[in-house]
């Protein structure tokens, strides 16, 4: 794995929204197909032990995507991803929520919208991502969760994949 890949992840409480840059080694036709193929995000999405298993996906505006973070002793997480602007292969953007397995949303948990860009360097690709959260509370909500260690393995499940194809 190249060590002098990009990677950042910051919180600004201030506006309430994550900031993720990371960079892999990997053209961006590639990197562009793990974020928008159900088959490839099963692979990466979740953190180890942890499989994310999608149960409806259709990418395109105006779609959305029902998918489980699955735990080894069988938990089930249900999120949903509802797709509002996709410009192929640049960027994408998708409002995030908790849901049960039939995609109706869990109100008392928090949702956030998210905007995924991504930028060819030659052999590999810069994917900058914006997560917004409507309040403070929110934000610190997610994090309390666990969300920057969990998204971090995650991502570093996907340079695994990368680094092994």
Not at 8 to 20: I, Q, R, S
């Amino acid at each position: 794995m190249n060590s002098n890949l990009t990677f950042d992840f910051t919180v600004n409480k201030e506006t309430n929204t994550v900031y993720v840059k990371k960079e892999f080694a990997a053209k961006p036709d590639l990197v562009w197909d793990a974020y928008t193929k159900p088959e490839l995000l099963d692979q990466w999405w979740a953190p180890k032990p942890w499989l994310s298993k999608t149960k409806s996906m259709e990418f395109k505006e105006g779609g959305r995507r029902l998918y489980a973070m699955c735990g080894p002793e069988g938990e089930e997480h249900w999120a949903l991803a509802d797709f509002i602007s996709i410009t192929p292969k640049t960027s994408f953007k998708f409002s995030d929520a908790f849901c049960d397995a039939a995609g109706n949303l869990n109100i008392d948990m928090p949702r956030s919208d998210w905007d995924v860009d991504f930028v060819d360097k030659g052999d590999s690709t810069l994917v900058n991502i914006t997560i917004k959260h409507k309040t403070l509370a929110d934000l610190e909500k997610i994090i309390s969760f666990g969300f920057k260690e969990g998204f971090t393995m995650a991502l570093n499940n996907l340079d695994e994949i990368f680094a092994n194809s």
